[in-house]
Structure formats: structure tokens, C-alpha cells
């Protein structure tokens, strides 16, 4: 089994985390905004730590480059979640089928 440091992505993905909330840090902006953790897996790979992510990030909203990130907690199960998100509806029909044991 891989292991990966601390507060790296793939180690949040082993720890149930399914999205980050990045948090620009411009004043007055403080625009937030929640990112499927499958599409930060994807771009930036496993191993990649929470600093890179919150020195790359940039706001779309100011432009401005520098975000807080912060994992959003897995809801309880059996709570209706309304995703916002991209990637939401494709995330919805995979944890549906990981429940049911649908195939993939």
C-alpha cells in the first residue's frame, strides 16, 4: 500500500475527505469555493501537498493568486447533499454505485 505525507491529497482521498474549499485570501474578495477532491487527484496527482495547492490557486472572482484550503468533512451517511461543485452529478452517481455496489 502507498503512503503520503500528511496533508497531501492522496492522503486526504485515504481519509475520506471528497472536496476542498479554497478560500482566496484578497481582501475584501474572500470568495470561497468547494472543489471535487477527484479533480484536484487528477491535475495535480496524489502527492501533491495542500501548500502547492494554496500557492497555485487563483480566484475566480479578483485574479488574484493565494487561497486558504480546507477539506470539506464527508456528510453523515444517509444525509441528502446538494453538490456545488464541478464535477458534482458525476460524483453523486459514483458514491451511489460505491454504496449499491454497482459496477463501474
Avoid: N
Avoid at 28 to 53: E, I, N, Q, W, Y
Avoid at 63 to 88: L, N, T
Amino acid at each position: 500500500m502507498v503512503s503520503y505525507p500528511p496533508f497531501a491529497l492522496g492522503w486526504l482521498h485515504a481519509h475520506g475527505c471528497r472536496a476542498v474549499e479554497l478560500w482566496c485570501v484578497r481582501r475584501p474578495c474572500t470568495h470561497r469555493k468547494p472543489v471535487a477532491l477527484p479533480l484536484l487527484l487528477a491535475r495535480f496527482g496524489p502527492g501533491a501537498p495542500l501548500v502547492m495547492l494554496a500557492r497555485r490557486a487563483r480566484c475566480t472572482i479578483c485574479g488574484g493568486r493565494g487561497a486558504h484550503v480546507q477539506p470539506v468533512p464527508p456528510p453523515a451517511d444517509g444525509v441528502m447533499v446538494e453538490f456545488k461543485y464541478p464535477g458534482d452529478r458525476r460524483l453523486a452517481a459514483a458514491r451511489a454505485d460505491d454504496r449499491h455496489g454497482a459496477p463501474s
